[in-house]
């Protein structure tokens, strides 16, 4: 398989400006390594919502902070890892915004998003400090019924 | 230009059409605008026609969410109509599917304000 | 100038597959900081032949050698640098694709084609090996007359 | 696909479709294979329709080139038709205006081989 174990790395500084380009970027990779419109769409999303989690929440826009994100094209599946160099959180000490009381919160789904649109996500502190998100999503397309069947899996329900 | 926002009247009723994106930063800035020029005009009675967006990240759905609850606070309502499928499969991950008043035609939306 | 001295930066293993990624991220940049479509056009042309030298010449297609693109965007210009991890060369030592007697050479015209579509290109050796080839385009637009004239103006002739 | 051929024939002459980009790499490829069957069967009598070429960088320019040789080795000859404003431009940057045979309708074209 030509792109198994390849890299693409993108770096961009702490703008909100600058997440087309990473998503734009996303999009471009997972056409070329064969995911449909549907993974694709799902996908372009979670990496939004990671990168804009560490431009935000991360690097607090400090524009001498840079957003890392890095692709890797492995034979089975695509990882994104987002690295900011923020002061880290704890992903699992948080609202859960499917909680009714918190159903009308301003804020609060990126992680649901992210969790939702890709087979996994996981957060660690860098050792250098900051947060690191590695995301994967299977290359190998799940089942297809129809139309209805197929964005079904996709979104992970 | 990430979102378009073309604002309409049908009687007493406003119509935001919303085309493009609804996302961190510009879209969602736009739309808390439109909405907030609507409410501070006194036009509390809206309808979000979200047939032209196709990408709603969790920041623009907090937006809608948000905007919904101001204008439940006027005394108003804030409806959507047309959601695209992607649109409603957010709406359904985020529990929000039943917060909100969604019509698909705009006639039966106008007529859920009499 | 919201985007001033702001940094995108891209970095690819050598494969010629991934080229299209870095131009599609020019052009994307180009848009953003508002080129017209001629001058995308050219910095997009231009940035791809370095970086297909910086993967054919420098890293020898190398999969461990990345190639590392840096765009930073200034208030009168838009700077690229393309570095390899190759052997590096003496641009002033090669042979002039526009000598008639080198007219139908099959190659040799790259460095010709940046030298043309850009404001500036210099190629320097990095401190810790390769090559580090930098190149600008001024932002603000050239004169513009008529189609023809424009053109004119944006490959630099 | 970056680069899309079509073949056709008008009597003895080859006329070669192209739309896309001829770039290093697979665009160039196939114009190489697509000259090399022509000219292994026999036909040398080439015409380049490039009227839906975008972009060639150098390698394409320098295939160009290379194709324009070969068929000429062979006692045949590659002509251009067609050629967008920028390909245009970067004939003249090469300075390869004046060493190809270009033409801008088809019909032309054709007669300049009988
Ligand atoms: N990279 C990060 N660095 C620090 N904190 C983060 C990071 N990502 C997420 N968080 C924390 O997790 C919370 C929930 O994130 P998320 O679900 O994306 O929702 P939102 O961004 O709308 O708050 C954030 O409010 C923030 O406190
Ligand atoms: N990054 C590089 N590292 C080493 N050598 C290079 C590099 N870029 C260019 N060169 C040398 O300069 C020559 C001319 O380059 P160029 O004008 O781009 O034409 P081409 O790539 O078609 O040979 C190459 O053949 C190569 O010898």
Known sequence: MMLAENVVELTITSQLEFIDLVTTLTDNISGMI??????????????????ANAVEHGNKYDPQKSVDIRYTVGPDELKVTVRDYGEGFDPSDL????????????????????????????WQRHPEGGMLVSMSKRRTPPKQNDEGERTHDAVGN | MQ??????????????DL??????GEGSVQLRDSVGSLLDAGRNRIILNLG?????????????????????????RL?????????????????????FEIYEDESTALESFQ
């Open chain 2, 52 to 76: 032209g967006v196709t990408y709603v990240d969790s920041s623009g759905i907090g937006e809608l969410v948000s905007r919904f609850t101001t204008t439940k606070n006027t005394g108003g």
């Open chain 1, 34 to 51: 064969g995911f449909d419109e549907d993974a694709s769409y799902w996908v372009n999303m979670a990496v939004r919502e990671s990168v």
């Open chain 2, 3 to 16: 979102l378009e926002i073309r604002e309409r009247a049908v009687g007493d009723v406003a119509i935001l």
């Open chain 2, 19 to 24: 085309t493009g994106k609804i996302t961190i």
């Open chain 1, 95 to 122: 609202p859960d915004p499917l909680d009714p009381q918190n159903l009308l919160n301003p804020a609060g789904r990126g992680i649901l998003y992210m969790r939702t649109f890709m087979d996994s996500v996981e």
């Open chain 2, 79 to 99: 409806k959507l109509l047309n959601l695209p499928k992607k649109i409603k499969d957010l709406l359904m991950i985020t529990k929000l599917l039943t917060v």
